[in-house]
């Protein structure tokens, strides 16, 4: 029996047409719509997804790997281009099972960069106190998630997602129906915390922020920018939480673990 005829479609169109019915249903949804739009600036989007090759995978992540950051000066880290690379992968399969325009995952095959043993970046007191005043004086929202995110250790997402109706600010409990490992779990809101929550319009019911996450990423990046405080990511924050709450021994190991 005759293989199947091969639909011809381009990454370009494969990536636009994966956005709308695959990933949108993901949490990582924005993620990946960053990530497309990456790759979509490079030869490889142009060529039918039948005739994309390992070799074709391979030249993309040395392209990439090769490349300097714009925004950080510094070289595109392999973390970055695993991450496209697993994009891509996930595309090939659905295409390859769903789609009919390819018969074959070519990333799967090609070696992926080495991701580093992990950042170790510490905010400075001064780093601190200088997003502190900035935030207070240009945007208050931002200076209780900031804040928020040194007394928690919350991700940036589970901030940006908090609702009121899920605050029990008298008891200093935040309840996270999902987490990034599909688990719900509840915060503990210290004094600070509360109060720095209390900052905000307190409702019964609704978000807590305003922000987008790619609007926050934008905020965070100017105000780092205007600052000049480099290298220092929002997700460092959490890192540093965690830090202290082991340094100043205000939670067990045990406890820390549950949040890391």
Not at 187 to 212: C, E, I, K
Not at 239 to 247: G, L
Request: proline share 4%; with cysteine; aromatic share 8%.
């Amino acid at each position: 029996m005759p293989s199947p005829r091969i639909r011809k479609m381009s990454l370009s169109r494969a990536l636009d047409k994966y956005l709308k019915t695959v990933s949108v249903h993901k949490k990582g949804h924005q993620q990946e719509f960053y990530r497309s739009n990456v790759i979509k600036r490079y030869p490889i989007a142009l060529r039918n997804m039948d005739e994309i090759t390992t070799v074709d995978i391979a030249t993309y992540r040395d392209v990439r790997l090769a490349e300097i950051n714009p925004r950080t000066g510094k070289p595109i880290t392999g973390n970055t281009v695993r991450l496209e690379l697993a994009l891509l992968s996930s595309l090939f399969n659905i295409a390859r099972v769903e789609w009919g325009t390819c018969r074959t995952n070519p990333v799967e095959l090609v070696r992926k960069p080495k991701v580093s043993s992990g950042r170790d970046r510490r905010l400075t007191s001064s780093e601190e106190r200088r997003l502190s005043r900035y935030f207070r004086e240009k945007n208050l929202m931002l200076y209780v998630i900031f804040h928020l995110a040194l007394e928690t250790a919350m991700r940036q997402g589970e901030i940006l997602a908090l609702r009121w109706e899920h605050i029990d600010l008298r008891h200093g409990v935040a309840h996270l129906p999902e987490t990034k490992n599909g688990h719900s779990r509840d915060v503990p809101l210290s004094r600070r915390a509360r109060n720095f929550l209390q900052m905000m319009p307190v409702n019964l019911h609704g978000n807590v922020f305003d922000y987008t996450a790619s609007g926050f990423k934008n905020a965070w990046r100017i105000a780092t920018q205007r600052l000049r405080i480099e290298d220092l990511h929002f997700h460092d924050l959490r890192h540093e939480a965690i830090s202290r709450f082991f340094e100043l021994g205000s939670l067990n190991v045990m406890e820390i673990a549950a949040i890391s």
